[in-house]
T-cell receptor, first 112, second 120 residues
């Protein structure tokens, strides 16, 4: 059974800092890993999707990496802003096609 | 496209009543997922469909829960009878999954806004 862990559970940083969120998974037979953002009381918004064959993806100030062999992914946020405050979840699809397992998320607070 | 559409957005019902949640996936997507989110258990996959066929319902908590997908543009999640512990936010998501068995393909899941269910 795939298990996904996100560390830390919560993070508070001053505006402008670069930060890293971590995601680890137990079964490396994955199809992809997806990072989501969730604002309070809202649905999930996809940020980045890394295919199994890729090592990283970038979108603006966000960079996600994937190391399948070690079962780890990181989400790097550059020059954080108060608008980045949200809960960030990672989801791993696999080993069963179509079946995704989510971590519990990291709640990020960026202070002005 | 309007994205994944869910209805109702909020539902308050009394214990023992039947609850039906509805979802319209993004047009053309062939995978549909139902998730439940609670503070205690996080986001859990309940069931997912591929081409309207249920593929894995191992996450459905018990027989009180059932899901159907009569066509490519509509799915329901029904709880009968409902209990207070069913209170949660229920999300529907869809993705395009052709070629999913090929590890070089990967498709994003798109989530609906969710239905907040409160059972009193």
């Amino acid at each position: 059974k795939q298990e996904v862990t996100q560390i830390p559970a919560a993070l508070s940083v001053p505006e402008g800092e670069n930060l890293v969120l971590n995601c680890s998974f137990t079964d490396s037979a994955i199809y992809n890993l997806q990072w989501f953002r969730q604002d309070p009381g809202k649905g999930l918004t996809s940020l980045l999707l890394i295919q199994s064959s890729q090592r990283e993806q970038t979108s603006g100030r966000l960079n996600a990496s994937l190391d399948k062999s070690s079962g780890r992914s990181t989400l790097y946020i550059a020059a954080s802003q108060p608008g980045d405050s949200a809960t960030y979840l990672c989801a791993v699809e696999g080993p069963n096609a179509g079946k995704s397992t989510f971590g519990d998320g990291t709640t990020l607070t960026v202070k002005p | 496209d309007a994205g994944v559409i869910q209805s109702p957005r909020h539902e308050v019902t009394e214990m023992g009543q039947e609850v039906t949640l509805r979802c319209k996936p993004i047009s053309g997507h062939d995978y549909l997922f139902w998730y439940r989110q609670t503070m205690m258990r996080g986001l859990e996959l309940l069931i997912y469909f591929n081409n309207n066929v249920p593929i894995d319902d191992s996450g459905m908590p018990e027989d009180r829960f059932s899901a159907k997908m009569p066509n490519a543009s509509f799915s329901t999640l029904k709880i009968q009878p409902s209990e207070p512990r069913d209170s949660a936010v229920y999300f529907c998501a869809s993705s395009l999954g052709q070629g999913r068995t090929d590890l070089t393909f990967a498709y994003e899941q798109y989530f609906g806004p969710g239905t907040r269910l409160t059972v009193t």
